[in-house]
């Protein structure tokens, strides 16, 4: 595989990026703090200045926490919501639309809706969908998780819900999440996996190999959090990767979704991370990133807080940009407003690099400035 090189050049100059299209730039966010220094290319969506062997995605809201919230739906009813979305990014992970209790509420019935609209979404704007989750421990639909079946069965639902989905979406998905989150933090498989509790380990290289079959051009994942630091739960992966690599088994990368909070330090190993997952021959990815922080009592970060997330930001890019084949890199979400943030950490929140009206925090032109020095 030929190598990439993503060498920083100068920035754009904003003559070239005005021919590009230009959005307008908030000068202020809400928190009256001025919005970061532009280098040149204020205004121009991220999707623009991203490197070209990179995608720049984002979580597209709908589902989960946000089932509670008035607007149920963003990526249905949220207009400016989708018009950020269709202009800022290149790639799009349905948030919770491909989830099994989502897409497969009852054992004969498949819910395709979401999944399909966000899939046209894309196509329409010109973005890749990377497909979130096939074998993971959570959302699962009451008939499965408290459901009385035999191992065969099980196998069967399994094998017959990957051909469904992954052959549904086939040539359309340019990544699969094939295995979500399946070691604990001492890199022990986790029990409350459903499928690896009742079929045993081995049928995380099963649901690799269905997938392969049934979307031979998709690239199959493993992805997880509290993979930024080298420890146990990396090593197990590591272990299992060179196993899969070894058997022969479709693996073709392994991601970090760097869920972070600025009560611990900036991830500075997570480079050598993805290094060693790159060493094998892996594509390596970020795939839900957003930097939480613990609140003050106004409910609204300090000048300097804001300044710290940004740096935690650059350093998740900065290691992908530094891994050859680290080839895309999402955020969880690109506005607060619809943020899973404070529905599962009450006091913390502001994780995104957008504000509820979608104006921009400097995280936002940090990146932005990252990534068009990064292309050159
Ligand atoms: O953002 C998702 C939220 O809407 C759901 O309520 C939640 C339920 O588990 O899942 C969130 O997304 C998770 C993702 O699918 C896997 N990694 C952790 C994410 C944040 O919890």
């Avoid at 099994?100 to 973005?127: C, K, L, T």
């Avoid at 959570?138 to 639902?157: D, H, M, T, Y």
């Avoid at 594509?283 to 740096?311: F, H």
Wanted: glycine content about 8%; aromatic content about 10%.
């Amino acid at each position: 595989m030929t190598k990439k090189s993503r060498v920083a050049a100068a920035v754009l100059a904003a003559s070239t990026l005005l021919t590009i299209g230009v959005q307008p730039a908030r000068a202020e966010n809400t928190s009256g703090t001025p919005a970061a220094g532009h280098g040149g290319h204020a205004g121009v969506p991220l999707r623009r200045v991203t490197p070209r062997d990179l995608k720049i995605g984002t979580a597209v809201a709908g589902g989960g926490h946000h089932l509670e919230q008035d607007y149920p739906d963003p990526f249905t009813y949220d207009k400016p919501y989708r018009r950020v979305l269709a202009g800022e990014f290149n790639s799009a992970s349905p948030e919770n639309q491909m989830k099994w209790e989502f897409i497969h509420p009852e054992r004969n019935r498949y819910n395709f809706g979401p999944a399909d609209a966000i899939v046209r979404f894309a196509r329409r704007h010109g973005q890749v969908v990377r497909g979130h989750t096939l074998l993971w421990h959570s959302q699962n639909p009451a008939w499965l998780a408290e459901g009385q079946f035999s191992k065969a069965e099980l196998r069967a639902i399994l094998k017959q819900h990957i051909f469904t989905v992954v052959g549904r979406y086939r040539g359309q998905i340019h990544q699969w999440d094939v295995a979500n989150e399946i070691f604990d933090g001492n890199g022990a498989y986790r029990q409350e996996n459903i499928w690896i509790r009742e079929l045993g380990p081995g049928i995380v290289a099963d649901a690799f190999r269905w997938a392969h079959q049934a979307d031979p051009r998709a690239q199959l994942f493993l992805n997880d959090y509290g993979v930024e630091w080298p420890g146990a739960k990396v090593d197990a992966y590591e272990a299992l990767a060179e196993q899969l690599l070894a058997d022969r088994v479709p693996l073709h990368g392994f991601a970090s979704q760097a869920h972070l909070s600025m009560r611990y330090g900036a991830p500075d190993q997570l480079r050598a991370v993805l290094q060693r997952f790159d060493d094998l021959g892996l594509y390596t990815a970020i795939t839900e990133l957003d930097v939480r922080m613990d609140l003050p009592e106004s409910g609204v970060p300090t000048a300097e807080q804001l300044t710290t997330q940004a740096q935690y930001y650059k350093t998740v890019l900065d290691a992908c940009l530094a891994v050859d084949d680290c080839n895309s890199f999402t955020l969880w979400g690109f506005t607060d407003k619809y943020s899973w943030v404070p529905v599962f950490f009450p006091t913390e929140g502001a994780a995104t690099v957008m504000w509820d009206d979608f104006t921009r925090k400097p995280a936002y032109e940090t990146l932005q400035q990252t990534l068009a020095e990064a292309r050159g």
